[in-house]
């Protein structure tokens, strides 16, 4: 297993990257790694502080015979998601991300790398430190919790930055050029439960989907791999009339990532017992057909387990199950006016039961406001006629794109005399800042881009080793060529 992260070329994103690495920083923890971002810029002689919600700022001074240019503010953000295998033993609070070099790629040990937004991160700090690359006034503005609520994007203030051009480093395909992504709400489902002891004659099995690839569920929704608590309820419900009795529920975990994992404790009659672990086969087998070709490690297991004292009372099972399999999950409409772009989606993301509570976590996106509205009045339908309680928060805007963009002109240009060709102009289906902070400051002028990033938000996220330099010195050309103001 290579680690010589540090070895890598360019040596000056690499060595910051690397450091992050061994920083640990799931969102709502990012103390850390703000306090190294600060402490590297005031050993510069920076201009560097916090706002009141945390966000990390920096100010560089233009070069000689650049105090002309329009402003420049690199953006990326200081969290990053922690998922790991189930089987890896690791605390993203403690633990730092055992990071190394596989191929052409840099991945991780079982857990997620954090090149999302790592490599952002690293890319800004390389341009504070830089000692010759011309540019305009620089400022670094690194956000806190994007990942789980976009905090530190909600609470910028206005007037705290001075520049004219927003260059977020969080996009994952080098050679695009980003100029418009979905706005997203949080859906949230709670409801409460009667415990009741488990009858007698049952036998107890512990019911496992694992193997799915998971991923960003902005980025990689469109590509329908499986989602493990939509596959379990509905097994759930096709073995419904054989009398089998819930007792705990644990499925997915985070809002931004398609759920990999789901795990059941049930009771089942005795006198079923082999029907129904012939029915977790035959439903294996019918998972595995369906997305052989997006998430052909998957396996669905029924392993024998002691009786769970307690179970949940059968009307609230009942509803449940009928609600999660019913709820939209993926891809809801293409745009209709990108081609390949989703407009519309949901991630049914999260599914708890446990000592007669029970929620749902949903992560919606969309470019189309209206569009949201009414998935969001779906989901809220489905979960209302269960008698569930449900709520929206968390939303989010989207980014208009603007084809007409003066930086957007230049980055072509500038990227066609580099690489002999012009990058491809996209808009994203994730919910890049761009949206809030182009609120706040609208008379900014913002593109998004980025090294390749494959399988961000799962334990297969792994950055392309050669992208990392041409966005580089991508980014490095782009500085010297920034209008004059």
């Not at 990053?80 to 189930?86: G, H, L």
Request: with cysteine.
């Amino acid at each position: 297993m290579n680690k010589d992260i540090m070895g890598l070329s360019p040596k000056t994103i690499w060595k910051h990257f690397y450091a992050l690495t061994q920083i640990p920083r799931p969102s709502g923890h990012e103390e850390a790694s703000a306090k190294y971002v600060l402490d590297f810029a005031l050993g510069l002689g920076l201009e560097a502080f916090r706002d009141e919600v945390g966000n990390v700022i920096v100010r560089k001074p233009a070069t000689a015979g650049m105090e002309n240019r329009k402003g420049i503010v690199l953006q990326g953000h200081l969290d990053m998601v922690p998922q790991k295998n189930s089987d890896k033993v690791h605390d993203f609070e403690k633990d730092p991300i055992e990071a190394y070099i596989d191929g052409d790629w840099v991945t991780a040990n079982g857990t997620t790398l954090g090149a999302d937004n790592g490599m952002g991160v690293a890319a800004s700090l390389a341009v504070l430190e830089a000692t010759d690359i011309a540019h305009g006034p620089i400022e670094v503005l690194l956000t806190m919790d994007e990942e789980t609520g976009m905090t530190g994007a909600f609470g910028l203030k206005a007037g705290v930055l001075h520049g004219d051009i927003l260059l977020n480093l969080d996009s994952e395909d080098e050679g695009e050029l980003y100029v418009g992504c979905a706005g997203g709400t949080n859906a949230n489902v709670k409801f409460e439960y009667a415990e009741e002891a488990t009858p007698a004659g049952m036998v107890g099995y512990n019911l496992e989907i694992r193997g799915l690839k998971g991923g960003h569920s902005g980025m990689e929704i469109i590509l329908q791999r499986g989602n493990s608590n939509k596959l379990m309820f509905r097994f759930l419900y096709e073995v419904a009339g054989m009398g089998v009795r819930v007792s705990t529920v644990d499925g997915g975990s985070l809002r931004n990532a398609i759920p990999r994992e789901c795990f059941v404790t049930v009771a089942v009659p005795q006198a079923k017992a082999a029907e129904f672990e012939a029915k977790v086969k035959e439903l294996e087998a019918t998972f595995l057909a369906e997305l052989a070709l997006v998430d052909e490690n998957l396996t669905f297991k029924a392993i024998k387990a002691e009786v769970p004292a307690k179970v949940m009372d059968v009307a609230t099972q009942e509803k449940l199950t009928f609600a999660v399999y019913a709820c939209p999950n993926g891809v809801a409409r293409m745009s209709d006016s990108m081609e390949g772009l989703v407009e519309t989606s949901n991630n049914l993301a999260r599914v708890e039961v446990k000592g007669g509570k029970g929620s749902v976590l949903c992560l919606l996106r969309s470019s189309v406001d209206s569009a949201k509205l009414d998935l969001e009045n779906q989901i809220a339908s489905v979960f209302k006629l269960a008698g569930f309680e449900v709520w929206m928060d968390g939303q989010y805007p989207g980014w208009k794109p603007n084809l007409n963009s003066p930086i957007l002109t230049t980055m072509q240009n500038v990227y066609e005399q580099m690489y002999g060709k012009i990058p491809t102009i996209k808009a994203i289906h994730a919910g890049l800042e761009c949206g809030l902070l182009g609120g706040v400051y609208p008379n900014w002028d913002m593109i998004s881009f980025g090294p390749t990033i494959r399988y961000p938000h799962s334990p297969d996220e792994k950055v392309k080793i050669d992208t990392v330099e041409k966005f580089w010195n991508f980014l490095v050309e782009t500085l010297k060529n920034v209008p004059a103001k």
